[in-house]
């Protein structure tokens, strides 16, 4: 047995899910031990990716001792948009 950590974050509140599993268990199982489904219902595995410790991965990654999964929100903007939007505005400004 040894510990993981499943979190997810939203723009007000961070969840973090300290869990201990067995050696084998996948980051897929691990999401469903931590129970973080049941307290977040918006998450959707099919859509969403996971990654741990910011490295994307897939749902039968199997997990090492402390390793932190982490559930990613979709993206609102792409960040290639959002760069070029803030572009525009510092042009109108004259600040570029």
Same mark, same amino acid.
């Given at each position: ?15 973090? $899910? ?9 980051? *897929?199982?691990? +999401?469903? =031990?931590?129970?973080? @489904? ?16 910011? $490295? ?9 001792? *402390?390793?932190? +999964?982490? =559930?990613?929100?979709? @993206? ?21």
């Amino acid at each position: 047995m040894f510990p993981v950590e499943v979190v997810y974050a939203l723009p007000d509140v961070h969840i973090l $899910k300290k869990i201990t599993i067995t050696p084998g268990c996948t980051i *897929h199982e691990a +999401i469903l =031990i931590s129970q973080i @489904l049941d307290q977040v219902p918006g998450i959707d595995l099919a859509n969403q990716k996971v990654g741990i410790f910011g $490295k994307l991965s897939p749902l039968d990654t199997p997990l090492h001792p *402390h390793d932190r +999964i982490e =559930i990613y929100r979709p @993206l609102i903007i792409d960040p290639k948009d959002a760069r070029r939007q803030r572009a525009a505005i510092k042009l109108r400004r004259g600040l570029i």
